[in-house]
């Protein structure tokens, strides 16, 4: 059983930034990806940005794009997300997910594509 725990939310003001890190309890092998997805009251789960662990393959929704950066720590298992120029619709619980077994070079962005998932930290920016 994969564990994900989540860290690093908090509260912080249009503008500014944020890093979370995702602590993964043992290591994301090939065949999956790892992501971050964040959910908003009364709003679904949605992707953010994803990464093959093995390699340097990512890919972020537009919103996303420019402002966040999705990483990893091979040596910790340890996957982040850093988040710029943050904004109030940035609001939302934030979760990891390690997905199921996909093709070579392939960062799902559904829900269902993911296995696993951490219990997700809260990201709440002020106007």
């Known amino acids: 059983q994969v564990q994900l725990v989540e860290s690093g939310g908090g509260l912080v003001q249009a503008g500014g930034s944020l890093t979370l890190s995702c602590a993964a309890s043992?290591?994301?092998?090939?065949?999956?990806?790892m992501a971050w997805f964040r959910q908003a009251p009364g709003k679904e789960r949605e992707f953010v940005a994803g990464?093959?662990?093995?390699?340097?393959?990512?890919y972020y929704a537009d919103f996303a794009k420019g402002r966040f950066t999705i990483s990893r720590d091979n040596a910790k298992n340890i996957m982040y997300l850093q988040m710029t120029s943050l904004k109030p619709e940035d609001t939302a619980a934030y979760y990891c997910?390690?997905?199921?077994?996909?093709?070579?070079?392939?960062?799902?962005?559904?829900?269902?594509?993911?296995?696993?998932w951490g219990r997700g930290t809260q990201v709440t920016v002020s106007s």
């Open positions: 043992e290591h994301a092998f090939a065949a999956h990806a």
């Open positions: 997910a390690r997905s199921v077994v996909v093709g070579y070079g392939v960062v799902p962005t559904a829900t269902t594509s993911y296995a696993y």
């Open positions: 990464l093959r662990w093995s390699n340097d393959t990512t």
